[in-house]
Nanobody, 123 residues
Framework: VQLQASGGGLVQPGGSLRLSCTASGGTISRSSVAWFRQTPGKERGFVAALRWVNSIANYADSVKGRFTISRDNDKNTVYLQMNDLKPEDTAVYYC?????????????????WGRGTQVTVSS
């Protein structure tokens, strides 16, 4: 399955964005899905994940209460709603998928990756 993230852009602190990740070449209805982010010179870090069994979500402490991961299986799409954005949220955001039932924060547990989308939070 191929993943494509979109929806990034420039937003002021306190603003909101919704990222989308659309899958092609297969369905993600039975895949766990996740979002990671990366800034220059740093490793890719975990943001949020949604397990396909029971739809249990897991969030990084830095985004709890501000970000929400969700999915629309009919549209084969995963979303990341980001509210109350802060400058430290600036990064390239990547979506990922796994056929295992997981919400692991480790990049090693995620097999399929999409191209990233840039999010910049600045006044």
């Amino acid at each position: 399955v191929q993943l494509q993230a979109s929806g990034g852009g420039l937003v002021q602190p306190g603003g909101s964005l919704r990222l989308s990740c659309t899958a092609s070449g297969g369905t993600i209805s039975r895949s766990s899905v996740a979002w990671f982010r990366q800034t220059p010179g740093k490793e890719r870090g975990f943001v949020a994940a949604l397990r396909w069994v029971n739809s249990i979500a897991n969030y990084a402490d830095s985004v709890k209460g501000r970000f929400t991961i969700s999915r629309d299986n009919d549209k084969n799409t995963v979303y990341l709603q980001m509210n109350d954005l802060k400058p430290e949220d600036t990064a390239v955001y990547y979506c990922a998928a796994s056929i295992t039932s997981t919400t692991s924060p480790s990049t090693n547990q995620w097999r399929s990756w999409g191209r990233g989308t840039q999010v910049t939070v600045s006044s």
